[in-house]
């Protein structure tokens, strides 16, 4: 599986209609749709995609033709997303109409075609399932920690009180283990 590494777009026109298509984070593509609908006050159809994992490790989905013909945008971008083994990522492609009708057909292989072009010139990582953490360790041990999680370029958000630091990180199963080692010997 995959995942994007930050938000990109790609332009593609097709019989003088010209579709622009978004790829983000799952998590941000509510926001990214309301600003585009601002950005783009003449765009007349925002279709969207979109596949990310829930707690349980199951992978949802869901899409939206906005108007478009029943199944002729949203599961064409969702489709793609799928070929791609993208998760934790959502298409938006908007449409601006350019005056010719495209057919069901057309649609189907103009939304697939933005879609796989913003796939192919974004940038894509391999997904790692990863678990969020909150560690409480004793301030005088926090360099020892620190060192630890920059040799093994683990992220991490520290925060501070008189004797203890808060830390917050996510980490996938290897670096799970490091952690434990690391807090064991401690």
Known sequence: MNKIAKTHHSRLEVKKS?????LCEFKNYKDLLQSLKKEHPKAVHFV???RYLNEHKQILEDKSDDFEPKNSAGLPCLNALRGAELVDTASIVLRYFGGIKLGV???V???TAAVNLAIQEAELLKFEFKDDLSLK??????NKF???????DIVFNPSFNKEEVLIKLSVNEK???ILK??????
């Open 18 to 22: 010209v579709f622009i298509a978004y």
């Open 48 to 50: 969207y995609a979109y």
């Open 105 to 107: 057909g057309g649609l």
């Open 109 to 111: 292989r103009a939304y």
């Open 137 to 142: 360790i004793n301030i005088k041990d926090f």
């Open 146 to 152: 620190k060192h630890e999680c920059l040799k093994h």
């Open 175 to 177: 670096e799970k283990n």
């Open 181 to 186: 080692n690391f807090l064991s010997l401690t």
